[in-house]
């Protein structure tokens, strides 16, 4: 059972465009959604994360947007940039000693 | 700063071989993760430890897989005998667990079991 839905599977983006990637989830007891970015040959690594209570987090050309009444939290990249290429989970977790239940991955490419 | 270290990065062997995998988290981490990642099945969480003792391993796929921290600064994903579909990246990760503290993974160690 899949708890934590992401899509696209694939996004290709041109250079200085927006990258978009959407994740979904059921269980209204999570209440910390991190995101992931892992390069070729590397571990994932934390991008940004946001909390329920809050609708949007921006951290430079990265934003979170949550809509905690639709479920559905998503990722935006803005001005995107070659360096960007990699993959992106999104995740979710229910309390602080919980694990981490990540969704499938999106994996972006970004051409000059 | 060292990140969580694991070794080897690649290992080669031959279906009913033993394979150990092992992992140094950051210090003063007490949490650990051990994941697998395929292409099929993505990330999946295999087992956690806080504070050395394991909380979840109800990812473990089977009994051939096992894995121990007899200490805060080491632990070891031991697949015995290994088979071809055992053959992903596993990776290691580390936290603290006060609050919302963000899992360190490390590089990861490629598996492949001929």
């Known amino acids: 059972q899949q708890q934590v839905k992401q899509s696209p599977q694939s996004l290709i983006v041109q250079k200085g465009g927006i990258s978009i990637i959407n994740c979904a989830y059921e269980n209204t007891a999570f209440d910390y959604f991190p995101w992931y970015q892992q390069f070729p040959g590397k571990g994932p690594a934390l991008l940004i994360a946001?909390?329920?209570?809050?609708s949007e987090k921006k951290e430079g050309r990265f934003t979170i947007s949550f809509n905690k009444s639709a479920k559905q939290f998503s990722l935006h990249i803005m001005d995107s940039q070659p360096g960007d290429s990699a993959t992106y989970f999104c995740?979710?977790?229910?309390?602080?000693?919980?694990?981490?239940?990540f969704g499938p991955g999106t994996s972006l490419s970004v051409i000059p | 700063d060292a990140g969580v270290i694991q070794s080897p990065r690649h290992e080669v062997t031959e279906m009913g071989q033993e394979v150990t995998l092992r992992c140094k988290p950051i210090s003063g981490h007490n949490s650990l993760f051990w994941y697998r990642q395929t292409m099929m099945r993505g990330l999946e969480l295999l087992i956690y430890f806080n504070n050395n003792v394991p909380i979840d391993d109800s990812g473990m796929p089977e009994d051939r897989f096992s894995a121990k921290m007899p200490n805060a600064s080491f632990s070891t994903l031991k697949i015995q005998p290994s088979e071809p579909r055992d053959s992903a990246v596993y990776f290691c990760?580390?936290?603290?667990?006060?609050?919302?503290?963000?899992?360190?993974f490390g590089d990861g160690t490629r598996l492949s079991i001929l």
């Open positions: 995740a979710a977790r229910k309390t602080s000693y919980d694990k981490v239940i």
């Open positions: 990760a580390s936290s603290l667990d006060t609050g919302n503290q963000p899992q360190h």
């Open positions: 946001i909390r329920p209570d809050v």
